[in-house]
Every structure is written in structure tokens, then in C-alpha cells.
């Protein structure tokens, strides 16, 4: 414990943290997109309730959930404290950005992005997560609930704004994740990079098209 606690409390143990916890993150977002995939099916939302039914039901379930909500939290206070200790290092901001500045654009607004999107986590859990999990006990369609949240266009826009800024947070996570385990110079970093665009390009726009369809399909 004494030495996960002395690599936690250095800087590239915390690099380190904020690099797993976000691939750990990344794979949920797989999983949790390939269910909502069931949206698509056409048949009235029967399997996808089928589906938002079973998983309460699960043991496993409820601690993968609680296991989430720790790496979650474990990835903001962790990828917080680095941002805060950069900040901190570059007290003053530089007058003119050279167009050959090794430091990424995108490296500048991951707090912001970060924040935006955590935002969006929460209005997201407290219309879909919450009435599943906390109801009043009657039983209700997942589907419709879907249905009625997009619905709103103000709902589906903001919906669409946070998984631009995803897409954003997750390109710079997915290179800053390569640069701190040591893969960026290897013969195989544009096959790896390719290999993230599912991550940081493709997972946002396949979550995209749930509003953009719910929209044009009222």
C-alpha cells in the first residue's frame, strides 16, 4: 500500500492514474454504446427495454456500477490535481504561441471539456440512471423515457454539444495515455493512434446519431 500511495503522490504516478482510469472509462463507453445500439432495432423498443431491464437485475451488475463511479471519481480528482499542477508550474501564460509549440491546443481546454462534459454526466444520470434506479417503484419503459428526452430539442442539442466536447477530451486523453506509458515513439504509434479513433472519434458520433435520429424522427 506504502508504495501505491508514494507513486500516486508523484507526477507521473498521477499521469499514470488519470491514463487507466480513463481506458477503463473508454471501454464502459463501448459497452454502454453497443446497448444502446439495441435503439435502432425497430421494433418498438422492446429489446432495448429487455435489455435496461435485466441489468438492475444483476448482481454483477450493481458492483461494476459502484466500481465505475469510483474510477470515475478517482479520474476527476486525480486528472483535476494534474491541470491545477501544470497550472502551477506555468504561472504566467506564454505572450506568443509558436505555430511549431510542441503543446497541444486541445492539452489547454481539457478542464474545460472535462467539466462540460462531467455536467452533462450528471444531467444524463438524473433523467435516465435515477428514475431506473430510484423510482417510485411502478414499472416504466426505458424506451419511452429515451423518447420523451429526446424529444426535447433543447435536450438533444445539448446532448450533441457534450459529445463534441467528448470527442475532444478523449482525442487529447487517448495521446497524452500514449505519451505517458512510453508508446508514442514506437514503430506501431500510427496503428495504435488509428486503433483510437474508435475511442475519441467514433464512440461521440455513434452516441451522436441517437439524438440526431429521435430529432428527425419525432
Keep these: 500500500m506504502g508504495l501505491l500511495t508514494d507513486l500516486y503522490s508523484s507526477s507521473i504516478g498521477k499521469k499514470i492514474t488519470v491514463g487507466l482510469t480513463g481506458i477503463l472509462l473508454c471501454a464502459y463507453l463501448v459497452v454502454h454504446l453497443a446497448g444502446n445500439m439495441l435503439l435502432f432495432r425497430g421494433d418498438g ?126 482525442r487529447h486523453g487517448f495521446q497524452s495515455a500514449l505519451q505517458t506509458f512510453g508508446l508514442k515513439n514506437l514503430k506501431y504509434t500510427r496503428a495504435i493512434e488509428a486503433a483510437g479513433l474508435i475511442f475519441w472519434l467514433l464512440i461521440p458520433v455513434g452516441f451522436a446519431t441517437i439524438p440526431i435520429f429521435y430529432l428527425l424522427n419525432p
Excluded: C
Design 45 to 170: 423498443g422492446a429489446a432495448f427495454d429487455a435489455y435496461a431491464d435485466v441489468l438492475p437485475s444483476l448482481l454483477v451488475i450493481r458492483i461494476i456500477e459502484i466500481g465505475l463511479f469510483a474510477v470515475f471519481l478517482l479520474h476527476i480528482v486525480t486528472g483535476t490535481i494534474v491541470w491545477i499542477q501544470n497550472r502551477r508550474a506555468r504561472p504566467v501564460p506564454y505572450a506568443v504561441h509558436k505555430k511549431n509549440d510542441t503543446s497541444d491546443p486541445l492539452s489547454r481546454i481539457m478542464f474545460v471539456t472535462g467539466s462540460v462534459v462531467f455536467i452533462f454526466l450528471v444531467v444524463h444520470l438524473n433523467t435516465f440512471w435515477v428514475p431506473a434506479r430510484f423510482g417510485d417503484g411502478s414499472h416504466h419503459s426505458m424506451y419511452g423515457t429515451v423518447v420523451e428526452a429526446f424529444s426535447s430539442p433543447l435536450y438533444s442539442v445539448f446532448y450533441l454539444l457534450a459529445m463534441v466536447l467528448l470527442a475532444f477530451h478523449l
